[in-house]
């Protein structure tokens, strides 16, 4: 059999020549992967970073507001200070009564808590064991005279009037700890702190967390201080209102300026939450006769100021009223103008809202540090690849120079470099 020397010459040439240009091409592909990712990656890190500087402007926005709002609160507080003073003087004077009212009951967890306030002042919002407490329930809201003091308390009952109420799930723990087998720890948590100024905490004690409760989801009344809800009025099935509904109960509590302002990490205020849970649509009529008149469009309960009570659709409390012994103190009623509410409203709303931005602001760096990070390790992983990858470049280079009297491996390769190139800037 005669061979051809030329031919076999030929053979082994191309052979060579297209190994490496395989490697070659390889080696370019894998570089071009490499470098979309990186370029992926810069395009996140520029937008994280777009985002960090649109929330920090919304911030600065907020931070020029805010300040504005507290120059005038400032203002209006210089100029009306003789009558916050004599209104807070009169509440406090009904506040220490529901206070005295609930120190009678000395070994329960609200009597223990109140002892707290009284001997540590200011501070004890700062102990561990009561920073998390908003207050007993008794103390967070008023009503405009006795007769609702008592109808509301007895409606509620003893138990849930000297209950707790605290902002987080966290503040509950607090409370109350226990040991490996499950028991309560009676050296911590509230019975540590009874047991150390005397009070033995007898029995069960009811905590309602804020953050755990369902709020009212709809509107509120236009241009009221107090954020009372928009509820709809009941109607009878001849489309008439009742004759006798006054409200709801809900709406007949009044919030104080300090818990007005308190709002929950979603932007809900304690009506919507701690009043809403505690009396729903709860309806208030003048008489037992009106109430009773109203019986097929009450859903959540009603009460009468002459005693007349229904705890629930179809569930009735009949018989003589019953006194709590803790009961909701009376608003000496509010002198402060609409205008100061409404700025005390606006200045927390933005608080809020600067507390969010500041949030959103620490998530965005925390994703923009990982994916600088990864872009990192992108970008060493892309300068060792070439380095690695260089011998087959050279060895790409040497094939095109053996094939230089070939016009077809010369035509591929200007192909190749017009549009299989690669351009890096780091």
Request: one cysteine or more; hydrophobic letters at 35%; charged letters at 25%.
């Amino acid at each position: 059999m005669h061979v051809d020397p030329n031919n076999s010459f030929g053979t082994a040439r191309d052979e060579i020549q297209n190994g490496g240009l395989s490697r070659a091409e390889s080696a370019i592909n894998n570089s071009q992967k490499l470098q979309d990712e990186i370029q992926a990656l810069g395009f996140k890190i520029k937008q994280h970073e777009d985002n960090i500087k649109y929330l920090k402007t919304q911030k600065h926005s907020l931070d020029g507001s805010i300040l504005d709002l507290q120059v005038i609160l400032g203002k209006y507080c210089s100029s009306s200070i003789p009558t916050i003073e004599n209104e807070a003087h009169s509440n406090s004077r009904s506040e220490n009564e529901t206070v005295e009212q609930i120190l009678k009951h000395e070994k329960s967890a609200a009597a223990i808590l109140c002892q707290l306030k009284i001997r540590h002042g200011s501070q004890a919002s700062h102990l561990m064991l009561a920073k998390d407490v908003l207050g007993i329930v008794a103390t967070l809201g008023k009503v405009d005279d006795e007769n609702l003091s008592r109808l509301f308390s007895e409606y509620l009952g003893l138990e849930t009037m000297m209950a707790i109420v605290c902002k987080t799930y966290e503040g509950v723990k607090t409370l109350e700890t226990y040991d490996i087998d499950g028991g309560i720890n009676n050296h911590s948590g509230i019975q540590g702190l009874g047991s150390s100024i005397g009070r033995h905490l007898d029995g069960r004690f009811r905590i309602i967390c804020i953050e755990h409760l369902r709020p009212y989801a709809g509107d509120f009344v236009a241009d009221d201080p107090q954020r009372r809800l928009d509820l709809l009025k009941p109607r009878l099935p001849n489309g008439e209102h009742p004759p006798g509904f006054l409200g709801f109960a809900v709406n007949m509590i009044n919030v104080d300026c300090a818990n007005l302002l308190y709002l929950t990490s979603t932007g809900c205020g304690l009506r919507e939450t701690l009043f809403y849970n505690l009396f729903s649509r709860l309806q208030v009529y003048g008489t037992r006769a009106e109430m009773l008149g109203a019986l097929p469009c009450i859903t959540d309960g009603a009460l009468s100021l002459d005693g007349g009570m229904i705890k629930t659709a179809g569930v009735f409390s009949l018989g003589n009223r019953e006194d709590v012994e803790v009961s909701f103190p009376k608003s000496s009623g509010s002198s402060l103008a609409v205008e100061y509410f409404e700025t005390e409203k606006k200045l927390a709303e933005m608080n809020w809202k600067r507390e969010k931005i500041e949030e959103d602001i620490q998530r965005e760096q925390s994703l923009l540090n990982h994916v600088n990070y990864t872009f990192r390790i992108k970008k060493q992983a892309f300068i060792k690849y070439l380095a690695d990858s260089s011998p087959y470049g050279n060895q790409a280079t040497n094939s095109r120079r053996a094939g230089e009297s070939d016009p077809k491996i010369i035509s591929g390769w200007r192909n190749r470099g017009n549009g299989g190139g690669y351009r890096s800037s780091f």
